[in-house]
């Protein structure tokens, strides 16, 4: 059984920061790309940031300059130091992984419950 558990959110004013962490654990063999995803209220999940498993990055537009992701597989974390924060980033982020097991070394992709993040103006 594989895990992915996300912490980190809270409720911070405009221009602040949060570290988001994602934990994967379980019957692990080999953790691919991983990556945040966004859900605000009224609009379809979005892709915020991914990292593959040799450590290339990509990001949305919107966040550009101003998130970084990043991981350390010694402890099957990934990371999203979220700074300059906005209002706009209000939402509920999702932890995304694609996973191989030590039962079935054949990828497949997790999902995560999700950490709130509220930013006021």
């Known amino acids: 059984q594989v895990q992915l558990v996300e912490s980190g959110g809270g409720m911070v004013q405009a221009g602040g920061s949060l570290r988001l962490s994602c934990a994967a654990s379980?019957?692990?063999?080999?953790?691919?790309?991983m990556s945040w995803y966004l859900q605000s209220p009224g609009r379809q999940r979005e892709l915020v940031a991914h990292?593959?498993?040799?450590?290339?990055?990509k990001y949305a537009e919107s966040v550009k300059g101003r998130f970084t992701v990043s991981r350390d597989d010694a402890k099957k974390t990934m990371y999203l130091q979220m700074n300059s924060l906005k209002p706009e980033d209000t939402g509920l982020y999702f932890c995304?992984?694609?996973?191989?097991?030590?039962?079935?070394?054949?990828?497949?992709?997790?999902w995560g419950q999700g950490t709130h993040v509220s930013v006021s103006s």
């Open positions: 379980g019957n692990i063999f080999t953790l691919n790309d």
């Open positions: 995304n992984a694609w996973i191989a097991t030590m039962t079935l070394p054949v990828q497949y992709e997790y």
């Open positions: 990292i593959s498993l040799r450590g290339v990055t």
